[in-house]
């Protein structure tokens, strides 16, 4: 550790002392201002890591910015212009990051000397209120109690950033350069052309912005759990009129066609019901980017003051020269951050401009019951509180309805002064349409957007619209974009086809039998296939019969074997997704986790259980020799599980899988009398039908995994769900088709319900 300041201070003493006899009672006078200079020194040591506390500032900001970057492009590709929060969002993880890219506002006891140091803190102000522009219609992805628990962080955290602010704004640390005030301190009459007042009037403008944004987020918050309730209960009438066509009746197949237009409609719903879609329209978040702009242009001035002192390297604080990183990044982040809130502003535009819209918008005054339903519904409702005296629960009564009183007001204030500052984009916007329209500056397509004297392309579309209020309507240019987004999505998963070549191949040469290698695989007699001795029984399921089946196929050494291991890891793809959607009980699950397993095993490490089946024992060698030593092989299992006696994850998978065996085994060599006769070459393809039969039995189930994926009953998943439920639609449109050609003749008729249970299969498929 080094003490420069205290030695050289004490060098200089010492030569007073030495050459001018100073008297006793001044050397004590000057020694006392050591003590002052010793912990000065020793505060710059405990400060010299601030350098990097300050570069892990500017990484934390750059996080923030990536983010929003992320959210940009996202928006450019999904041709989202409004920006929807993908990646940057309200939740623990970036409300920590968020915190420590503002350390310089809540910094109350470090020194800001520089003019790079003031304006790095004012910066961080701005940066703040440009991050909570952004972050405004993430607020409409939360369920109700995540939107609590992440708004009441947020405001804790801003109001925390808000009152330091202020505590530094009364103590001096934000004012203007130290050396203005050493100047002023030493000669008072001199004339310091400096603005001593501009830092404080900036951070006391970011203290107010950041309040007033605060206030934008709660209110906008409020407006959301009621707008989601009206949304939910259009798309429940609209989802019922688009399931009365789609609903198939016993053997009534469902064709590609409908598929289509189901999807396409269900996409409308959920792309114009959109919760973001829906935040983003509203007055409080174009009030939010115009406010994000205003804070743009201040920073941007201020920043065009300091570029001298950046070049000079004017940053004298803790922090050091990453005060000039801090200022830069948090510059860039403002900057950058401001296209997205400035862009919501005009999401209006996605909407049908008439005159009767415009003229609601100038109706400011008016507040629709969605900004304060909740309130109103707390009002009226009674707290439940452990008190049994009646003249205090009247009190508490009494309180909570002048509070609710008083925060309807309140959000009914916040309302129209935000409606007031939509109106400036929004004039701006009619302004600039009409202009372009008399003009006939744009092409005719852009000119639509004003809805008038249009011709309406997606009338069969125009019912399933979803819109807030009732006199609101998506523009045509919207809706156009709508439809084509959900077809270049299928058509996307078309593109994807040729990955399972090898599975249409395969389902394209099953027989003309009716599946009957469903029926015949495993006879689930226990009077003629028991079960092996373990306690785990053996589950029904689509994915472990096909994983054991290819076992023994693959094991039998033909040239097919590895087409056929392509064709089944194809396959099994799409038989997860359907076991995921339809077989939701416990055992199903269980049972379909314990086939992914050995399915890792099989097709990567070539074993079964721990076995190499295709090295196997050197006297197994025909047809009849390998079932038996697979069979002979579960006994072996079994009888090692019994004898250990201990039951954990992998005996359980082990039995699941060696009873799966057991079964499929000794069904062949029961059903098969002459299987020593039979060859190698016919027991494969007599396994591969059977495999053939239950995956495209399981994939009939696709169109309703489909329709499933359609319909969510969250409203913050419906979009995510559309969209996969198109790309599978374009994966698997060549299956479907293939499954259902020509009159679908062997596709049993079996309740709808039924179908993705394959014990309902075997059933019908014994007793039809």
């Given at each position: 550790?080094?003490?420069?300041?205290?030695?050289?201070?004490?060098?200089?003493?010492?030569?007073?002392?030495?050459?001018?006899?100073?008297?006793?009672?001044?050397?004590?006078?000057?020694?006392?201002?050591?003590?002052?200079?010793?912990?000065?020194?020793?505060?710059?040591?405990?400060?010299?890591?601030?350098?990097?506390?300050?570069?892990?500032?500017?990484?934390?900001?750059?996080?923030?910015?990536?983010?929003?970057?992320?959210?940009?492009?996202?928006?450019?590709?999904?041709?989202?212009?409004?920006?929807?929060?993908?990646?940057?969002?309200?939740?623990?993880?970036?409300?920590?990051v968020?915190?420590?890219?503002?350390?310089?506002?809540?910094?109350?006891?470090?020194?800001?000397?520089?003019?790079?140091?003031?304006?790095?803190?004012?910066?961080?102000m701005?940066?703040?209120?440009?991050?909570?522009?952004?972050?405004?219609?993430?607020?409409?992805?939360?369920?109700?109690?995540?939107?609590?628990?992440?708004?009441?962080?947020l405001?804790?955290f801003?109001?925390?950033?808000?009152?330091?602010v202020?505590?530094?704004?009364?103590?001096?640390?934000?004012?203007?350069?130290?050396?203005?005030?050493?100047?002023?301190?030493?000669?008072?009459?001199?004339?310091?052309?400096?603005?001593?007042?501009?830092?404080?009037?900036?951070?006391?403008?970011?203290?107010?912005?950041?309040?007033?944004?605060?206030?934008?987020?709660?209110?906008?918050?409020?407006?959301?759990?009621?707008?989601?309730?009206?949304?939910?209960?259009?798309?429940?009438?609209?989802?019922?009129?688009?399931?009365?066509?789609?609903q198939?009746s016993?053997g009534?197949?469902?064709?590609?066609?409908?598929?289509?237009?189901y999807?396409?409609?269900?996409?409308?719903?959920?792309?114009?019901?959109?919760?973001?879609?829906?935040?983003?329209?509203?007055?409080?978040?174009?009030?939010?980017?115009?406010?994000?702009?205003?804070?743009?242009?201040?920073?941007?001035?201020?920043?065009?003051?300091?570029?001298?002192?950046i070049?000079t390297?004017?940053?004298?604080?803790?922090?050091?020269?990453?005060?000039?990183?801090?200022?830069?990044?948090?510059?860039?982040?403002?900057?950058?951050?401001?296209?997205?809130?400035f862009?919501?502003?005009?999401?209006?535009?996605?909407?049908?401009?008439s005159?009767?819209?415009?003229?609601?918008?100038?109706?400011?005054f008016?507040?629709?019951s969605?900004?304060?339903?909740?309130?109103?519904?707390?009002?009226?409702?009674?707290?439940?509180?452990?008190?049994?005296?009646h003249?205090?629960?009247?009190?508490?009564?009494?309180?909570?309805?002048?509070?609710?009183?008083f925060?309807?007001?309140?959000?009914?204030?916040?309302?129209?002064?935000?409606?007031?500052?939509?109106?400036?984009?929004?004039?701006?916007?009619?302004?600039?349409?009409?202009?372009?329209r008399?003009?006939?500056?744009?092409?005719?397509?852009?000119?639509?957007?004003l809805?008038?004297?249009?011709?309406e392309?997606?009338?069969?579309?125009?019912?399933?619209?979803?819109?807030?209020?009732?006199?609101?309507?998506?523009?045509?240019?919207?809706?156009?974009?709508?439809?084509?987004?959900?077809?270049?999505?299928?058509?996307?998963?078309?593109?994807?086809?040729?990955?399972?070549?090898?599975?249409?191949?395969?389902?394209?040469?099953?027989?003309?039998?009716?599946?009957?290698?469903?029926?015949?695989?495993?006879?689930?007699?226990?009077?003629?296939?028991?079960?092996?001795?373990?306690?785990?029984?053996?589950?029904?399921?689509?994915?472990?019969?096909?994983?054991t089946?290819?076992?023994?196929?693959?094991?039998?050494?033909?040239?097919?074997?590895?087409?056929?291991?392509?064709s089944?890891?194809?396959?099994?793809?799409?038989?997860?997704?359907?076991?995921?959607?339809?077989?939701?009980?416990?055992?199903?699950?269980?049972?379909?986790k314990e086939?992914?397993?050995?399915?890792?095993?099989?097709?990567?490490?070539?074993?079964?259980?721990?076995?190499?089946?295709?090295?196997?024992?050197?006297?197994?060698?025909?047809?009849?020799?390998?079932?038996?030593?697979?069979?002979?092989?579960?006994?072996?299992?079994?009888?090692?599980?019994?004898?250990?006696?201990?039951?954990?994850?992998?005996?359980?998978?082990?039995s699941?899988?060696?009873?799966?065996?057991?079964?499929?085994?000794?069904?062949?060599?029961?059903?098969?009398?002459?299987?020593?006769?039979?060859?190698?070459?016919?027991?494969?393809?007599?396994?591969?039908?059977?495999?053939?039969?239950?995956?495209?039995?399981?994939?009939?189930?696709?169109?309703?995994?489909?329709?499933?994926?359609?319909?969510?009953?969250?409203?913050?998943?419906?979009?995510a769900?559309?969209?996969?439920?198109?790309?599978?639609?374009?994966?698997?449109?060549?299956?479907?088709?293939?499954?259902?050609?020509?009159?679908?003749?062997?596709?049993?008729?079996m309740?709808?319900?039924?179908?993705?249970?394959?014990?309902?299969?075997?059933?019908?498929?014994?007793?039809?």
């Open positions: 550790m080094g003490y420069n300041s205290t030695d050289g201070y004490l060098k200089i003493l010492d030569e007073l002392i030495d050459e001018y006899y100073l008297p006793a009672n001044m050397i004590n006078k000057l020694m006392g201002y050591m003590k002052s200079i010793y912990r000065s020194d020793l505060q710059n040591n405990y400060s010299a890591p601030m350098l990097w506390i300050g570069m892990y500032i500017a990484l934390a900001s750059l996080v923030c910015i990536l983010a929003m970057v992320a959210d940009l492009l996202h928006g450019l590709r999904s041709r989202k212009l409004w920006f929807p929060c993908r990646y940057f969002k309200l939740n623990a993880a970036f409300l920590a968020i915190s420590v890219a503002m350390k310089l506002p809540v910094d109350l006891s470090g020194s800001m000397p520089g003019d790079v140091d003031q304006v790095a803190k004012l910066g961080s701005a940066f703040m209120c440009t991050i909570m522009a952004n972050l405004l219609p993430c607020l409409a992805t939360m369920g109700s109690n995540e939107l609590l628990s992440n708004v009441t962080g405001c804790i801003v109001i925390t950033m808000v009152v330091n202020c505590i530094q704004i009364s103590t001096g640390v934000v004012s203007y350069k130290e050396d203005a005030k050493v100047i002023q301190k030493v000669s008072p009459n001199y004339d310091i052309k400096i603005s001593k007042h501009r830092n404080t009037v900036l951070a006391s403008i970011y203290v107010a912005l950041s309040l007033v944004l605060l206030m934008v987020h709660v209110c906008s918050s409020l407006a959301i759990l009621k707008s989601k309730k009206i949304i939910d209960s259009k798309y429940q009438q609209r989802h019922q009129r688009a399931s009365k066509d789609i198939p016993p009534e197949l469902l064709m590609v066609e409908k598929l289509q237009e999807v396409r409609n269900h996409w409308i719903m959920a792309g114009s019901g959109s919760p973001q879609f829906i935040t983003a329209c509203f007055r409080t978040t174009s009030a939010s980017g115009v406010i994000c702009v205003l804070v743009t242009i201040l920073h941007t001035l201020t920043m065009s003051w300091t570029i001298e002192a070049f390297k004017d940053c004298d604080s803790d922090y050091g020269w990453s005060m000039i990183a801090i200022l830069i990044v948090q510059f860039i982040g403002v900057v950058i951050g401001t296209i997205a809130p862009s919501r502003c005009f999401a209006t535009l996605s909407l049908k401009v005159f009767k819209i415009i003229s609601n918008h100038f109706m400011v008016e507040v629709e969605y900004w304060t339903s909740k309130l109103y519904s707390w009002k009226s409702a009674s707290i439940k509180l452990p008190i049994h005296s003249n205090l629960k009247v009190v508490v009564e009494a309180l909570k309805r002048l509070i609710l009183i925060c309807i007001e309140l959000q009914e204030g916040v309302v129209v002064v935000c409606k007031i500052i939509a109106l400036i984009p929004f004039v701006f916007m009619i302004c600039l349409l009409y202009s372009f008399f003009l006939k500056w744009l092409p005719k397509a852009v000119i639509i957007s809805g008038e004297n249009t011709t392309r997606n009338k069969d579309l125009r019912p399933y619209v979803l819109c807030l209020e009732d006199e609101m309507e998506l523009g045509e240019r919207t809706l156009e974009g709508l439809s084509k987004s959900v077809n270049e999505m299928i058509q996307k998963g078309e593109k994807r086809q040729p990955k399972n070549l090898n599975l249409r191949e395969l389902i394209q040469g099953i027989s003309s039998s009716g599946f009957q290698g469903l029926a015949k695989f495993d006879h689930i007699d226990p009077n003629r296939v028991p079960s092996l001795g373990s306690t785990v029984q053996y589950h029904d399921s689509w994915s472990i019969p096909v994983v089946l290819t076992t023994i196929a693959v094991s039998l050494g033909q040239n097919e074997g590895e087409s056929l291991f392509k089944v890891r194809e396959g099994l793809v799409y038989v997860n997704i359907v076991e995921e959607c339809l077989n939701v009980t416990n055992d199903h699950v269980s049972i379909r086939a992914e397993t050995l399915w890792e095993e099989v097709y990567v490490e070539h074993k079964w259980l721990g076995h190499k089946f295709q090295d196997l024992p050197p006297h197994v060698k025909t047809a009849r020799q390998i079932v038996e030593w697979f069979r002979d092989t579960t006994k072996t299992i079994d009888h090692e599980d019994g004898s250990n006696g201990e039951k954990n994850d992998d005996s359980t998978h082990r699941i899988c060696a009873n799966s065996m057991y079964h499929i085994t000794k069904t062949m060599l029961i059903d098969n009398e002459n299987i020593e006769n039979v060859s190698h070459e016919q027991l494969f393809k007599d396994i591969s039908s059977t495999i053939a039969d239950i995956i495209a039995a399981c994939l009939t189930n696709l169109p309703q995994v489909i329709t499933m994926k359609c319909h969510t009953s969250e409203i913050e998943k419906r979009e769900g559309v969209k996969d439920a198109a790309l599978l639609l374009g994966e698997t449109k060549e299956i479907i088709d293939t499954l259902y050609k020509d009159g679908n003749n062997n596709i049993p008729c309740n709808p319900s039924d179908l993705p249970f394959i014990s309902n299969w075997r059933a019908h498929l014994r007793n039809p």
